[in-house]
Each structure stands twice: as structure tokens, then as C-alpha cells.
């Protein structure tokens, strides 16, 4: 079973992130390292939500998306130069070890913490996918997923880590 480790303050960031987009989704990326053990959160990487017209047409193959509009009340996209400007800046961080792209969260205003078949049919198997519901403009339940086999979401389990 995948586990995701990450600190107190990355659910902070996430949390603050969420709050002030609110009451559009916020994104952004999960930088860390891959491991046998799950994967471990070095750095929340808050990006822009991109979701626009553009966006729409780039995801005719799935269902409804004709008719989502250009709101980022309820949907989220991270640009691709976005997505391989962090994977390049993780690559060549300071660190002893390179960081890799191990996750992606938003918000969901006014709704659950829960995916959408949307949020399903964009996913990728390899990440993992932080959802913080934000009510009223105050980030509330945050939980934590992963796509099985079969491409279904299942909750994937969360550690809270204090990493000197």
C-alpha cells in the first residue's frame, strides 16, 4: 500500500494556498523523493491554475468537459511549461539528491475532498493527489489519494513527519 510522508508545513502551505485562491481552485505540484516505502514531500510547489477556454478544448475525449466552461470554480489545470520548468528545477536542486514530480493538489471550494471524474480521467497512476475541501473561504477536510489498476481513486494514507 503507498504512503505519502510529508511535514506539518506542507499542509499548511497547501492549506494557505487553498484559501487564498478561494473561491477558485488553487494548484500546485509535490516535489519529493520516490521510495520503496512510499514517496516523501520535500517541497509544496504552489503553481498557477490555468484553467481557461484553452484548457476546455484540450480535453474534448472526456466526458462533460464540453460544457465546463472557463471557470476555475470547479476545475484546475497546471500549465505544461509550468509542469517542466519545476521537474527541471527539482532536477538540478542543490539537494544531495534530485527531487522528482510526486504528486499535484488542489482545491475544492464549496465542495468535498473528494475526486471528481474529471479529476480521475486527467490523473496519472504515479501520484499522488491532495485534495483540501475549502468551505466558505476556510480550508477544511484535506485528504489524500492514488489510482489503483484500474484507474479508480482509493484513499492513500497520509504521515505527518517531522523531518530534521
Given at each position: 500500500?503507498?504512503?505519502?510522508?510529508?511535514?506539518?508545513?506542507?499542509?499548511?502551505?497547501?492549506?494557505?494556498?487553498?484559501?487564498s485562491?478561494?473561491?477558485e481552485?488553487?494548484?500546485?505540484?509535490?516535489?519529493?523523493?520516490?521510495?520503496?516505502?512510499?514517496?516523501t514531500?520535500?517541497e509544496?510547489?504552489?503553481?498557477?491554475?490555468?484553467?481557461?477556454a484553452?484548457?476546455?478544448?484540450?480535453?474534448?475525449?472526456?466526458e462533460?468537459?464540453?460544457?465546463?466552461?472557463?471557470d476555475?470554480?470547479?476545475?484546475?489545470?497546471?500549465?505544461?511549461?509550468?509542469m517542466?520548468?519545476?521537474?527541471?528545477?527539482?532536477?538540478e536542486?542543490?539537494?544531495?539528491?534530485?527531487?522528482?514530480?510526486?504528486?499535484?493538489?488542489h482545491?475544492?471550494?464549496?465542495?468535498?475532498?473528494i475526486p471528481?471524474?474529471?479529476?480521475?480521467?486527467?490523473?496519472?497512476?504515479?501520484?499522488?493527489?491532495?485534495?483540501?475541501s475549502?468551505?466558505q473561504?476556510?480550508?477544511?477536510d484535506?485528504?489524500?489519494?492514488?489510482?489503483?489498476?484500474?484507474?479508480?481513486?482509493q484513499?492513500?494514507?497520509?504521515?505527518?513527519?517531522?523531518i530534521?
Amino acid at each position: 500500500m503507498a504512503v505519502l510522508k510529508l511535514r506539518p508545513q506542507h499542509l499548511q502551505a497547501i492549506r494557505t494556498h487553498a484559501e487564498s485562491t478561494y473561491p477558485e481552485e488553487c494548484c500546485g505540484l509535490l516535489l519529493g523523493k520516490l521510495a520503496e516505502d512510499g514517496k516523501t514531500v520535500v517541497e509544496v510547489m504552489p503553481t498557477e491554475n490555468s484553467w481557461d477556454a484553452q484548457a476546455v478544448e484540450a480535453f474534448p475525449e472526456i466526458e462533460g468537459s464540453a460544457k465546463l466552461g472557463s471557470d476555475k470554480r470547479d476545475r484546475y489545470a497546471i500549465a505544461p511549461e509550468d509542469m517542466l520548468k519545476v521537474q527541471k528545477q527539482g532536477r538540478e536542486s542543490a539537494s544531495p539528491s534530485q527531487l522528482d514530480i510526486i504528486g499535484i493538489y488542489h482545491s475544492h471550494p464549496d465542495h468535498p475532498a473528494i475526486p471528481s471524474e474529471f479529476d480521475r480521467a486527467c490523473a496519472w497512476s504515479v501520484y499522488s493527489y491532495i485534495i483540501v475541501s475549502v468551505q466558505q473561504g476556510k480550508a477544511g477536510d484535506l485528504r489524500n489519494w492514488s489510482l489503483d489498476d484500474a484507474h479508480q481513486f482509493q484513499p492513500e494514507e497520509m504521515i505527518i513527519v517531522e523531518i530534521t
